[in-house]
Nanobody
Framework: QVQLVESGGALVQPGGSQRLSCAGS????????VAWYRQTPGKQRELVAA???????NYVDSVKGRFTISRDNSKNTVYLQMKGLKPEETAVYYC??????????????WGQGTQVTASS
């Protein structure tokens, strides 16, 4: 059974830092396209940061210079290091992984989400 298990969500002071982790279970995250999304009530899920199949890294403009996505293949874990958190970035953060077989069949997996709250 494939699972993406997120952790690290917390209540953080505005301007503070937090690191989220996403551990793969039943799936190797090596070579997969992985990403972090976030969602607030009533809004669509927003892509925050991603590592593509080719290893390129992309960020939504609003987090560039403050957030860093990384992958540790030895721990089968993807991280999102967040700095300078803003109250409006309070959200449930989700990990996502996907891959496609040579046949074209695609697989997509989501974690259960972890709450990040930036508030004093």
């Amino acid at each position: 059974q494939v699972q993406l298990v997120e952790s690290g969500g917390a209540l953080v002071q505005p301007g503070g830092s937090q690191r989220l982790s996403c551990a793969g279970s039943g799936i190797s995250l090596t070579g997969k396209a992985v990403a972090w999304y976030r969602q607030t009530p009533g809004k669509q899920r927003e892509l925050v940061a991603a590592i593509t199949y080719g290893g390129d890294i992309n960020y939504v403009d609003s987090v560039k210079g403050r957030f860093t996505i990384s992958r540790d293949n030895s721990k089968n874990t993807v991280y999102l290091q967040m700095k300078g958190l803003k109250p409006e970035e309070t959200a449930v953060y989700y990990c996502h992984a996907e891959y496609r077989l040579q046949s074209g069949l695609g697989f997509s997996y989501w974690g259960q989400g972890t709450q990040v709250t930036a508030s004093s």
